[in-house]
């Protein structure tokens, strides 16, 4: 039998400890992206960090949903997609929502947490793991916030291992990379490297991403296998999402005038059978951008839309294949 496709839509933002309110959380999703329903997504998985995801006071406190995931909740339901899995962690906000159509075939959701430590790290960093059984196939989502500055991308590449090493979710008894597919996405902080602001300022202007790319540490970390070497990512075709002044499409002109990046980004790693067999691809990207529209941080969101070919799924029957 034909394999069975199902579309997920993952976004990462680094909110900047902004306001709930000073978000339009329509910024967020594009109608198009949904309307379509050859390439409308049927999963959706949310990673925030650096966003304040305490209950307060909010209506929904007794059911522990932050105002944030109200907010979000409430632009997806009406696009009929209903929260499945609700998770934070100090700065980190992360959730998983479901079509209708697909909830009865996505079972097994369970969540883990990883706090980061290291002596050079400033503020709450860490992860958070969502994984699920989609059909009969096995997925894992990571939403994860690494150390920062340009100097420190060794305790990136450790900090992904240590990830990789405390992730564990025990009701299935499995770990991150175990799973037949696996999507990481976060404020990575990997940034570009051994180029001058103005240089990177002026490959931006001209939109040569593509050379622009060559110098982007988490490029240099995944080729030489300290770091994310089973993952993949789409080309960026888009501008650095960090660092603008907030509430701005302008790039850092404070004292410190921090170099553009690409801090923000959208990783996975593919069936392992798809890459022994050599067959297609068992996920492809559909779309891989970001949203310079929304300003009230001086990170951008940069969402994909991914297709992946599970095993077949008997129409009525969640955990059968054909």
Same mark, same amino acid.
């Given at each position: 039998?034909?394999?069975?496709?199902?579309?997920?839509?993952?976004?990462?933002?680094?909110?900047?400890?902004?306001?709930?309110?000073?978000?339009?959380?329509? &910024?967020?999703?594009?109608?198009? !992206?949904? /309307?379509?329903?050859?390439?409308?997504?049927? $999963?959706?998985?949310?990673?925030?960090?650096?966003?304040?995801?305490?209950?307060?006071?909010?209506?929904?406190?007794?059911?522990?949903?932050?105002?944030? #995931?109200?907010?979000?909740?409430?632009? $997806?339901?009406?696009?009929?997609?209903?929260? $499945?899995?609700?998770?934070?962690?100090?700065?980190?906000?992360?959730?998983?929502?479901?079509?209708?159509?697909?909830?009865?075939?996505?079972?097994?959701?369970?969540?883990?947490?990883?706090?980061?430590?290291?002596?050079?790290?400033?503020?709450?960093?860490?992860?958070?793991?969502?994984?699920?059984?989609?059909?009969?196939?096995?997925?894992?989502?990571?939403?994860?916030?690494?150390?920062?500055?340009?100097?420190?991308?060794?305790?990136?590449?450790? #900090?992904?291992?240590?990830?990789?090493?405390? *992730?564990?979710?025990?009701?299935?008894?499995?770990?991150?990379?175990?799973?037949?597919?696996?999507?990481?996405?976060?404020?990575?902080?990997?940034?570009? !490297?051994?180029?001058?602001?103005?240089?990177? /300022?002026?490959?931006? &202007?001209?939109?040569?991403?593509?050379? $622009? %790319?060559?110098?982007?540490?988490?490029?240099?970390?995944? #080729?030489?296998?300290?770091?994310?070497?089973?993952?993949?990512?789409?080309?960026?075709?888009?501008?650095? &999402?960090?660092?603008?002044?907030?509430?701005? *499409?302008?790039?850092?002109?404070?004292? /410190? /005038?921090?170099?553009?990046? %690409?801090?923000?980004?959208?990783?996975?790693?593919?069936?392992?059978?798809?890459?022994?067999?050599?067959? #297609?691809?068992?996920?492809?990207?559909?779309?891989?951008?970001?949203?310079?529209?929304?300003?009230?941080?001086?990170?951008?969101?940069?969402?994909?839309?991914?297709?992946?070919?599970?095993?077949?799924?008997?129409?009525?029957?969640? &955990?059968?294949?054909?």
């Amino acid at each position: 039998m034909e394999s069975t496709t199902v579309r997920v839509l993952l976004l990462t933002w680094n909110a900047g400890n902004c306001a709930e309110s000073s978000l339009d959380e329509s &910024t967020l999703f594009n109608d198009e !992206d949904f /309307k379509d329903p050859n390439t409308a997504p049927h $999963l959706v998985f949310i990673g925030f960090q650096e966003v304040d995801a305490s209950m307060h006071n909010n209506i929904f406190r007794h059911f522990s949903y932050s105002d944030w #995931a109200v907010k979000l909740m409430k632009q $997806l339901s009406y696009r009929g997609f209903i929260m $499945l899995h609700h998770e934070t962690f100090p700065g980190l906000l992360t959730i998983l929502f479901v079509s209708y159509k697909w909830l009865p075939y996505v079972n097994m959701v369970e969540a883990d947490t990883t706090k980061l430590a290291f002596e050079s790290l400033v503020g709450s960093k860490g992860a958070i793991g969502i994984r699920a059984i989609i059909g009969s196939d096995t997925v894992c989502f990571i939403n994860s916030h690494l150390p920062a500055h340009i100097e420190d991308h060794k305790e990136r590449d450790k #900090a992904y291992l240590n990830i990789l090493a405390d *992730q564990f979710y025990a009701k299935c008894g499995t770990t991150v990379l175990n799973h037949d597919f696996v999507f990481w996405l976060g404020d990575l902080n990997f940034r570009i !490297d051994e180029i001058p602001n103005e240089e990177v /300022k002026q490959f931006v &202007t001209e939109e040569n991403y593509v050379h $622009l %790319w060559k110098y982007d540490q988490l490029k240099f970390s995944m #080729a030489s296998g300290r770091s994310f070497s089973p993952f993949e990512e789409a080309a960026l075709t888009f501008p650095p &999402t960090y660092k603008f002044n907030v509430g701005t *499409q302008e790039y850092d002109t404070s004292e /410190k /005038k921090r170099k553009p990046a %690409w801090c923000d980004r959208i990783l996975w790693r593919d069936k392992p059978e798809y890459k022994i067999e050599g067959n #297609a691809a068992g996920v492809q990207c559909l779309k891989y951008t970001a949203i310079f529209e929304c300003c009230a941080s001086d990170h951008k969101p940069v969402y994909g839309v991914y297709e992946m070919k599970l095993r077949p799924i008997l129409e009525g029957n969640p &955990t059968g294949i054909g």
